[in-house]
């Protein structure tokens, strides 16, 4: 099975998990979740969906519970909304690149702050 078609399952599992996030899912441990991705494998069998929680630094213990208490939820709600022979076996996992491109976008701020404070002396 070529990848093509496992990322267009991907990108239909996110879509999908995303609208049920907002619209069915009244857990609070998961409110402000947002799907980031998902990774599906070349079989369909298993689908790991990265995510973030926004306005929170990390991962929250509680969101994982959360997301793993809905799981079966959510699987039972792709199987009957997603034309798929087989509904992939779903597994939450914490996207940290979002972390880390905000630490970048943090420290890339510091050293433009100290460049024109730099040139502010310079200039006096």
């Known amino acids: 099975m070529s ?3 496992a990322d267009r399952v ?16 009244a857990d609070p441990a998961i ?7 998902v990774k599906v494998s070349d079989d369909l069998r298993f689908a ?5 929680r926004l306005g929170e630094e990390g ?4 969101t994982v519970g959360g997301l793993q208490r809905a799981s079966g939820f959510l699987k039972r709600e792709l199987g009957k909304n997603l034309k798929l022979r087989y509904v992939p076996e779903i597994e939450f996992s914490f996207d940290a ?17 100290e460049e024109d404070a730099g040139d502010a002396g310079q200039n006096s």
Not at 31 to 37: A, D, K, L, N, S
């Open 48 to 52: 790991r969906v990265f995510f973030v």
């Open 10 to 25: 991907g990108d239909l599992i996110k879509a999908e998990l995303s609208r049920l996030l907002i619209r069915d899912v």
């Open 31 to 37: 409110q402000h979740v947002t799907i980031t991705g």
């Open 3 to 5: 990848h093509r078609r």
């Open 59 to 62: 991962c929250a213990d509680e």
């Open 97 to 113: 690149s979002f972390d880390y491109g905000d630490r970048i976008e943090r420290l890339l701020a510091e050293i433009q702050e």
